[in-house]
Structure formats: structure tokens, C-alpha cells
């Protein structure tokens, strides 16, 4: 059993940065990949971007490509979403969930996913 708690989420002009944590509970976080969606009002929950369990690599959303990076301290069982020149459409919440096998990109095929974190993107 994992628990997941997202954090960092607020209201952000567009041009501006956030930057998400994902703190997790269990001994075994270390061994998870993990990943990052989202989800606006009325639309799918969306993937947004993947770690591996030991952070060398990494994947995303081609929406965010290039202004957002996940990173990942698996001594403090926390992964960032580090997010640059937002936009008005990325304003969604936000989840961190665990991957079941390595770059996967559906929302079902993680499991633990985490309560959200709001982010809103101002024009």
C-alpha cells in the first residue's frame, strides 16, 4: 500500500513556474515508477509525464514537452513536477500516481494515485 500527497498547486499568471512535489508513504517508494496527470474541468484525465524508479529517465506529454521536468528524491520519497511558462490550458488538477510497469501512459494502468493539486494558469 502507497499513499500519495500532491502539493504546490495556486494561481499563476501565464509565463509563470510551479513546481509540484509528490510526497509518498512506504518503505518501497524507491522501487516505483511514477507518473504525472491532470485533469480539467469536463475533460479525461490526461497523462502529463513519467519517471522511472530511479529518476534517469524520464517521458512526457507532447503539450508539455520542453516546460516541464519531472525529478525525483527517493530519499525523501518525493517526486517534482518542476512546470515552466504555464499557459492558460494547463490549469488542472493535478495527480501523481504509481506506474505498475515503465512508461506507461494511461491512467489505468497506475495504481495510488494521490488526492490532487489545483493549478490555475491566469491570461
Known amino acids: 500500500q502507497v499513499q500519495l500527497v500532491e502539493s504546490g498547486g495556486g494561481l499563476v499568471q501565464a509565463g509563470g513556474s510551479l513546481r509540484l512535489s509528490c510526497a509518498a508513504s512506504?518503505?518501497?517508494?524507491?522501487?516505483?515508477?511514477m507518473g504525472w496527470f491532470r485533469q480539467a474541468p469536463g475533460k479525461e484525465r490526461e497523462f502529463v509525464g513519467g519517471?522511472?524508479?530511479?529518476?534517469?529517465?524520464?517521458y512526457y506529454a507532447d503539450s508539455v514537452k520542453g516546460r516541464f521536468t519531472i525529478s525525483r528524491d527517493n530519499a525523501k520519497n518525493t517526486v517534482y513536477l518542476q512546470m515552466n511558462s504555464l499557459k492558460p490550458e494547463d490549469t488542472a488538477v493535478y495527480y501523481c500516481?504509481?506506474?505498475?510497469?515503465?512508461?506507461?501512459?494511461?491512467?489505468?494502468?497506475?495504481?495510488?494515485w494521490g488526492q490532487g493539486t489545483q493549478v490555475t494558469v491566469s491570461s
Open positions: 500516481a504509481v506506474a505498475r510497469l515503465p512508461y506507461r501512459r494511461g491512467p489505468d494502468e497506475y495504481d495510488y
Open positions: 512506504g518503505r518501497t517508494f524507491s522501487s516505483y515508477d
Open positions: 519517471t522511472t524508479w530511479n529518476g534517469i529517465s524520464t
